[in-house]
């Protein structure tokens, strides 16, 4: 977006009210607050699930902008999905009751190497709770995790496999 039609097209939509001004001014919100002057200052694009966004700021030199993620991963509009539960992979009952559901779905979605952030994608839970169920598995010796460039990516180990098949079966 922002290579097609500039700051003005990047910023179109990423939440009420938010626009860019030009000569390095950023309205944030519908409000009658000033719009902020960032020349200079660095601006961070920041992708979530929830369904809202928000802005931060370390003024005069950071501000951040907290948008509602869209594509292959992202909710499709209108549909709400529980924490913990994507409509693409079923898990099975007893591997969720023996893991815990988060844990299960976790597990079963990692038959292909993911990062957290993926993770988080598909789970819709916050990073940090991704990352703990991620270290419990991993301190399980159920999965294992390699890095790809500045990623970190986690995949089933044959213990892992082995018991999400059994499971499955």
Known sequence: MLARGGWSAALAGIGPGTRWLGE????????????????GARLFFVP???RA????????????????????LAAKPGAQAAIGQTARVPVPETLSALLGPVRARILV????????????????????????HVQVLH???????????????????????????????
């Open 48 to 50: 979530v699930t929830l």
């Open 109 to 132: 979605l990692l038959d292909s190497p993911k990062s957290t952030t993926q993770l988080v994608a598909f789970t819709g839970l916050a990073l940090g709770s991704v990352g703990r």
């Open 24 to 39: 390095g001014r950023l309205r944030i919100n519908a409000h009658d607050s000033p719009p902020r002057d960032i020349t």
């Open 139 to 169: 301190a399980a010796g159920l999965l294992g995790r390699s890095r790809a460039g500045r990623s970190v990516l986690y995949y089933r180990t044959p213990a892992g496999d082995s018991l999400v098949a059994a499971q499955a079966g």
């Open 53 to 72: 966004g928000w802005v931060a700021w370390d003024e005069p030199y950071r501000y951040a902008l907290m948008y509602q993620c869209s594509g292959a």
